[in-house]
């Protein structure tokens, strides 16, 4: 089969994100990369669970280190988008877990989402998407990483409950994208009950939009 769009998931944990992207058009494959490998054991579990073996596949790498997407196992402007959920704490500003997954899950060091907005723009096709999810006083980070190559940005913030201060932001932007940069607004994700907001349900179908763009 082939298929017409090609999705890969940075930092794809045991491949949440991804799967559930691929799981919504048949037509979508999907390339999961992860560093560590127990939770990339756990993703192709995940993809054997869902019966996506056909379009799925685990990829384990450093998206830091300056290997070729071909090493990795992943192609050059194959991709139609990448998400990316990359660890939020610079390990020299933060406590670290005594755990070692966790350490590794959480910190990474300054300049890295950099490097993998690197590897996003040399996977993408002319025209493909990024979706990044990070801290929201990382802003102007994450501003100054997109800066080479994309275009087109838009920001989202997240917030815990209505009427707190945003603690996330999901910024979407384009390669070589023209458009001026945007604020959406913002998606609050759970009610005076503690539950889910509906507003949830929209992380999902920007994302999946982006994907059948």
């Not at 280190?65 to 194959?78: F, H, I, K, S, Y």
């Not at 759970?190 to 999946?208: K, N, S």
């Amino acid at each position: 089969m082939i298929y017409k769009k090609r999705l890969a998931d940075f930092g794809a944990g045991v491949g949440t994100a991804g799967l559930a992207l691929a799981l919504t058009e048949p037509s979508r494959s999907l390339v999961l990369v992860e560093l560590d490998p127990a939770l990339a054991a756990l993703a192709e579990e995940n993809i054997a669970h869902n019966r996506l073996g056909l379009r799925a596949r685990v990829v384990v790498a450093d998206l830091t280190q300056p290997v070729t997407l071909r090493a990795a196992g992943l192609a050059e402007r194959a991709v139609d988008l990448v998400i990316m959920n990359s660890p939020f704490l610079d390990p020299a500003r933060s406590r670290a877990s005594p755990l070692a997954q966790r350490r590794g899950s959480h910190a990474m060091p300054e300049g890295s989402l950099a490097l993998w907005l690197k590897a996003a723009r040399r996977c993408l096709k002319p025209g493909g998407h990024v979706a990044v999810i990070h801290r929201a006083d990382a802003v102007q980070e994450i501003l100054a990483a997109l800066k080479p190559g994309f275009g087109g940005v838009a920001i989202r913030p997240v917030h815990p409950r209505d009427g707190e201060a945003a603690h996330r932001l999901l910024v979407t932007a384009k390669l070589n994208g023209k458009a001026p940069a945007r604020i959406l607004p913002g998606l609050v994700l759970h009610g005076a009950d503690g539950r889910f907001t509906p507003q949830v349900e929209a992380l999902h179908r920007e994302l999946d939009a982006l994907s059948a763009a």
